[in-house]
């Protein structure tokens, strides 16, 4: 197949180049400015539409097995792929069992192997209540399998608990020599619990209804600067294996930058305050909690200049009653983005002039690519690679809309954003999986369930 004409966005350029592309056995083949097609190959003709390599969203909870009435991989990768996202990695702490153990992840694949409609990968966990099985054998076997490791600070779970800052030193040494990426929610425990303590007796103190600015407070600023400075502290000495996900507070990402970690941000981070919880109450609800305004300006701008790597969703959708308990402490915590985050960057990062086009990419597909080993086959236009791409009518807009999504949540604080351009079609690996179908959004997924496939480190 060529795609003819289409303005492409490749590394090493800050503007879009028209160039036609060749698309042969999965792979990128050929990019030039003129391509002669072959007899019987198919021909696209792009002209006036934009080329983008394939999103990555290194962060998502498709919950499956276990946790699948909120989410579940089907779902979860038609979001992602009506989105532009071509590759999830898939966080293990939010399936039953959590993937702590080899045989648990073998279970995990058996029942979602066959199910997602893009190309995956997965992360195992280090649980606080598994630490010792962990270090002394689970975390080796599982290292072949995935493209990192995931552990908290502070959990709500009681399946997979937060590990205390002298595990996660033992566990960060463990991961290092197992050439993985150790993956770390930095909220700090010894703020984040008795901050919520004294949230909730304040509210009852006061004999009144508990607030959004209750929540806020129970999870305080201070809870990620504590833990990024005890993170980078504990790993000292390590390099290249500490990545802070959901970044949501400015000093926080100073600081892990300044001291070599990497981490990520969410579009929720770049685009609400604290301030927005008046008018989207439990739609806006996750943890670490959007902070206030001001932050998010200058995570836009350490997005810009590479301090953050990239933008992941945290997908994590919950139904209606979920997120509608009754109370703010009992809502549930999570939004579900993977769709709407490559609009959302493309729209507010790269149109609006926030973010270079080479800045677009970093934090859509290139650094994620890179940091957890998929760079040799994922992750930019070129030939030699993955046909994973996203065709987008920059003339075109998109109005969010929760229940188009095609996840099993619809609840998005994204609900009613118009954003500049429109995606048209996402491939994976040389096959549309999603065309757009406005007066139908499901019809639009065109894959085959199960067509996407397990990604592992040193993909090519
Ligand atoms: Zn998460």
Redesign the pocket.
Known sequence: MIIKNAHCALPGHERLLKRDLRVKDEKICAIAESLVPEAGEELLDAAGLELYPGAIDP?V?FNEPGFTHHEDFYHGSMAAARGGVTTVID?PCTSLPPVTTLDNLKEKLAVMGGHSVIDYGLYAGVSGNHIEQALAGDMEKLAPEVLGFKCYFVSGMDTFTAVDHYNFGRAIAKAAALKRPLLL?AEDAGVVLPATKAAKERAQTEDREPSWDDYVASRPEAAERVAAAAALTLAQGIEGTLHV??VGTAEAAELLSKGGASCETCPHYLAFSSEDFAAKGSSLKTAPPVKASGHAQRLWAMLADGRIAFVTS?H?PASYAEKHSGSIWTDYGGIPGTGTVFPYLYSEGYRAGRLSLSALLRATSGAAARRFGLSGGKGSLEPGKDADFILVDPNASYTVRGAELLSKGSITPFEGMKLQGKILATYVRGRPVWKANDANPAAGIVAKVGYGKQLTWGYQ
């Open positions: 962060h909870h966080m929610h996900v959901h945290d994590a």
